[in-house]
Nanobody, 125 residues
Framework: QLQLVESGGGLVQAGGSLRLSCAASGRTFSIYAMAWFRQAPGKEREFAAG????????SYADSVKGRFTISRDNAQNTVYLQMNSLKPEDTAVYYC??????????????????WGQGTQVTVSS
């Protein structure tokens, strides 16, 4: 079992930055690929960014590439999402997800085994 708790969401003006954190319980965090998904009001949840268990491979949705950076600290059992140049269309609930195993991060929800409760990010224009 792995429990995930997100933090760092909030209200920010367009062009601003936020850093999300996802703290994981358990001693085997380093064997999980991690990802951030997001769900905007009235829309389906979508992949935003992912990182392999080692941290050597990352993947981004085209909509966030160049603005968001995913990273992880396996010693601290934490994954981060640095979000810069935020836009109103980035407004969503952001979820942390974990998938056991090696390999590149996946982009589909069903690939992931554990989910956090989500943290709200609101970008005002």
């Amino acid at each position: 079992q792995l429990q995930l708790v997100e933090s760092g969401g909030g209200l920010v003006q367009a062009g601003g930055s936020l850093r999300l954190s996802c703290a994981a319980s358990g001693r085997t965090f380093s064997i999980y690929a991690m990802a951030w998904f997001r769900q905007a009001p009235g829309k389906e949840r979508e992949f935003a960014a992912g990182i392999s268990s080692s941290g050597r491979t990352t993947s981004y949705a085209d909509s966030v590439k160049g603005r968001f950076t995913i990273s992880r600290d396996n010693a601290q059992n934490t994954v981060y999402l640095q979000m810069n140049s935020l836009k109103p269309e980035d407004t969503a609930v952001y979820y942390c997800a974990a998938k056991r195993g090696l390999g590149s991060p996946k982009r589909l929800e069903y690939e992931y085994d554990y989910w956090g409760q989500g943290t709200q990010v609101t970008v005002s224009s």
